[in-house]
């Protein structure tokens, strides 16, 4: 069983900034890509940034040069750290990450956390 487990997430001033964290544990083998995707009220849910296995790195248009997505392979956790937050920024922000994990055999999968939510006022 895996859990991704998110932290970090609350209320922040137009122009603030928060990082959030996703820990991710159980029998795992592997971590492959790992991400963090957002839903605001009323929309879908969309990819805020990406992290390969490799470091390769991705972003939305609309957050380029203000969030950073970074990853500690050893704690198994991905951080994201959002500067210069707007209103449009607000969001339950969801860590996603695909992983292999062992018990009677290798399986891979596909998993979410719970979700963190981020509140920006102006």
């Known amino acids: 069983q895996v859990q991704l487990v998110e932290s970090g997430g609350g209320l922040v001033q137009a122009g603030g900034s928060l990082r959030l964290s996703c820990a991710a544990s159980?029998?795992?083998?592997?971590?492959?890509?790992m991400a963090w995707y957002r839903q605001a009220s009323g929309k879908q849910r969309e990819l805020v940034a990406g992290?390969?296995?490799?470091?390769?790195?991705n972003y939305a248009d609309s957050v380029k040069g203000r969030f950073t997505i970074s990853r500690d392979k050893a704690k198994n956790t991905v951080y994201l750290q959002m500067n210069s937050l707007k209103p449009e920024d607000t969001a339950v922000y969801y860590c996603?990450?695909?992983?292999?994990?062992?018990?009677?055999?290798?399986?891979?999968?596909?998993?979410w956390g719970q979700g963190t939510q981020v509140t920006v006022s102006s």
């Open positions: 996603n990450a695909g992983i292999t994990t062992a018990s009677t055999t290798w399986n891979y999968g596909n998993y």
């Open positions: 159980g029998n795992i083998i592997t971590i492959n890509n």
């Open positions: 992290i390969t296995k490799g470091d390769t790195t």
